[in-house]
DNA sequence: ACAGTTCTGTGACTTTTGTCACTGTGATGG
DNA sequence: CCATCACAGTGACAAAAGTCACAGAACTGT
């Protein structure tokens, strides 16, 4: 792994570099574990989470428990909710998690509020991000409106191929989760979409077939 | 009708005063009929757009011509579609349509741009727009997610009320199209909410019991 | 090797939505 | 006064998804 300052300058081209130096001085490195949450439905917020390393998943919780994948975030880009609830000093609506072992930093409220105003690439930083999640949220309002629970299920997995390889680990169950939905479904679509040659099941993993 | 320093004023009270003498030299004011469009999928926009009196609702089409409301937009409040558009230059991805009369003013988007240094409340102004709408796109997103056409059919009706009051003069078909479902199934659960005292059923229109 | 657990497969059934086909009814305009 | 049209109601059926109940397969730790 690279020293943080060339991670910065790799991930974060954009930023000028006067605001990546005061990136190494205010803000706090944080290693994840797999698995880790960094967002916690109901959680009070203080900081700003920059993505260096790894890939965190931010979803959606309703009282019951139900979970719903809103996107996956990679590195170079920041958390546009974790910046709401930071500035509106509101819990929290969502939750994050790290899918594979990753790198945050860690940006005190106060410090990316005052950034805004000092450093032009912060804020066009921040507004990019904005930006780029409500895309990605029309795009997953869109499958949801719009298409069948076959057809979301196949764009999950290829969303997850994308980020995690072709052998994915995933049990029928967390999917389900994730598509809200059931496992009984879910299985029964799997198996449907390993007729039609797109996939192989095995157990604890799925063997995803041609990349397009 | 106020003149429009006043309706400034009172809709955009957070803006400085030289923004708002600003706002008054560059942006264009343009009035809407009800049924206006003033964005229509496939567009290029070049100017953000603040509301300044009215309802626009804006809402997302996909291929096929279903529909999929997003959220309304009241005065005081601007499309932060809008600003992402012009910011990408790139196709818009929603339609916005006057739901009553409507005023609204076109910022440029190259002043729009300016702005966001030369004025912090600018800055801010745009800042909490992306954040209501992120908020309201994520409300919308729970909706259909987690709950039952039902619901969601009680849940639009209601935030109709809010705006236009307790007698809503929509078709069944216009609701079905918004929901993204068919008249038919609009026309049975508003049956069932009748029965159940929620509403009373007239022709060309309906009349919402109980504000609450 | 065995009990316990997790993951997966499946049949039967229900509920929810969507679709089709048709009817009725009020409004409008020659 | 009648043709036309938009709107609404409804029964019958189809399709999609969720639920229930179970069974078997693989993995875990002891």
Redesign the pocket.
């Known amino acids: 792994m690279d020293d943080l300052e060339t991670q910065l300058q790799r991930f974060f081209p954009r930023l000028e570099p006067a605001l990546r130096a005061e990136l190494l001085q205010e803000a706090t490195l944080k290693d994840l574990p797999e698995g880790e949450f960094i967002i916690r439905t109901g959680q009070y917020l203080k900081s700003s989470i920059l993505l260096l390393n790894g890939l965190l998943k931010v979803y959606r919780q309703d009282e019951e428990g139900h979970e719903f994948l809103l996107y996956f975030l990679e590195p170079g880009h920041a958390c546009a909710l974790s910046m709401l609830c930071a500035v509106r000093e509101e819990q929290s609506e969502i939750s994050a998690q790290a899918v594979t072992p990753a790198q945050v930093l860690l940006v005190p409220m106060h410090v990316a509020e005052r950034w805004l105003t000092k450093y032009p690439s912060w804020h066009m930083f921040v507004i990019g991000t904005y930006r780029e999640r409500f895309e990605e949220l029309l795009q997953t309002l869109d499958a949801v409106a719009f298409?069948?629970?076959?057809?979301?299920l196949l764009f999950y997995l290829r969303k997850n191929q994308q980020f995690k390889g072709n052998q994915l680990r995933?049990?029928?169950?967390?999917?389900?989760m994730e598509?809200?939905?059931?496992?009984?479904?879910?299985?029964?679509?799997?198996?449907k979409l390993?007729q039609r040659g797109v996939l192989t099941?095995?157990?604890?993993?799925?063997e995803l077939h041609q990349p397009a």
Chains 1, 2 share one sequence.
């Open positions: 298409t069948s629970l076959d057809e979301r995933i049990s029928h169950q967390q999917i389900a598509l809200n939905s059931s496992r009984e479904v879910i299985s029964r679509l799997l198996k390993e099941l095995h157990r604890n993993f799925i």
